[in-house]
């Protein structure tokens, strides 16, 4: 029985039907897709909090300049969850986008069942293989083929602090899970919230994260993630890093359940909170909102993680069309990501680093900065590490029901850990199913 929310989450995440499950896996047949002849790009993401809404509308403008019509179809949500069940829905009903934000082991699952445009042209032209790191470019090709175009490459493993509420707890910025119980305490104490967390799936999932490399270390947490080896997921050191991860629970407040990241990181801004565990996208929040980093808020390495770097890359993917002019426009705007103005546009606003390795970083604030060194760093230690909780470890299937096994286990203190630790294995191996 305690399978049965996995089975759901396995038939959320693959929405099809098995009488259709073949005709997916053939090239989809284009030539009956309405053909567009306006210019008009229609672009599916979840971009809409204030610092992500300002980033793309970089995009939408420099668009614009170049005479197409940006059709915008955002869905907000549960980091992109939402929209992308709204991506199935659409190309499976044979209506696809022209444009999707889409990642990690996701592109190929698209790519192999022949929906996404080739790209190597405009590549070859921007460079890629020079401009962009190896590690980042993986994830673009299928079968050796670039189908996907990056924006920048977000650090998940971040805290970000309210350093004057840390100041009023007489409390320190934490660097060690011990230290962090610590600072949580006199915060508590003090009358603030220590740790500001919104009850969602995919934000307890991203705390469990960055918990789980302080604790298994980047090749324990590589060889459980990645290489699904059994007796790490169902280890002493995962154990430990679910009883913290429920330890927690007692420094988050009360409403929580169910509020949005960004709604949390305005909790951490208007300082009633005083940290909250999150990737940098957080920091597009403080930007917004007019704050200056290093003054009104500090970002440091989540707690004993300061060597890793486990990263999330953003992409476009670009649906296949039966108009050529089409085609020229999705190529347009995959040029247009990889654009120097752009790249420094957009990751200014967006809170991340650009994905092109030659951008002068000097516009950028402190954190962002970090951020590139902890990055040039973690890739020479190896110490990069592909992002659990946002889709580049693990694809769409184990994504959701590992969603479902954290998010019941932090949820509900009946819940077992040693069922839990069985749960997770069965999880990161849906994928293969
Ligand atoms: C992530 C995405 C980020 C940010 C975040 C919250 O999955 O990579 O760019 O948008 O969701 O919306």
Known sequence: MRFLPLILALSLAFPVASDTHEDINKTPDISGLPSKTNNEVEVLHWWTSGGEALAVNALKDMMKEKGHKWKDFAVAGRAGESAINTLRTRALSGNPPDVAQIKGPEIQEWGERGFLVNIDDVAEEQRWNELVPARVSDYLKVDGHYVAAPFN??????????????????????????????????????????????????????????????????????????????????????????????????????????????????????????????????????????????????????????????????????????????????KELAKLILEPDFQEEFNLSKGSIPVRVDINMTRFDPCAQDAMQAFLRAAATDNLVASLSHNMAIGRASQVALFDVISRYYNDDEVNIDETMRHIRAAVLADKL
């Open 153 to 330: 490459i977000h650090r998940v493993n971040w805290l970000w602090a309210n350093p004057d509420v840390f100041a009023q707890a007489g409390a320190e910025l934490p660097q060690s899970m011990d230290e962090f119980f610590i600072a949580a305490e006199k915060i508590k104490a003090a009358g603030f919230i220590p740790l500001a967390l919104g009850s969602e799936a995919w934000q307890e999932t991203t705390l469990f994260e960055s918990i789980a490399l302080a604790i298994m270390g980047t090749d324990d947490f590589r060889k459980a993630f990645s290489e699904h080896n059994s007796d790490l997921l169902t280890g002493e050191k995962m154990r430990e890093t679910l009883l913290t991860l429920r330890r927690m629970k007692q420094y988050t407040d009360a409403d929580s359940p169910g509020r949005n990241w960004s709604d949390t990181t305005s909790l951490v801004i208007e300082g009633k909170a005083a940290m909250q565990m999150m990737g940098d996208w957080a920091k597009g929040e403080f930007l917004a909102a007019n704050k200056v980093s290093g003054k009104d808020f500090v970002c440091i390495p989540a707690p004993g993680t300061a060597n890793q770097f486990s990263f999330n890359i953003d992409s476009f993917v670009f649906f296949k069309s039966s108009d050529p002019q089409q085609t020229a426009s999705q």
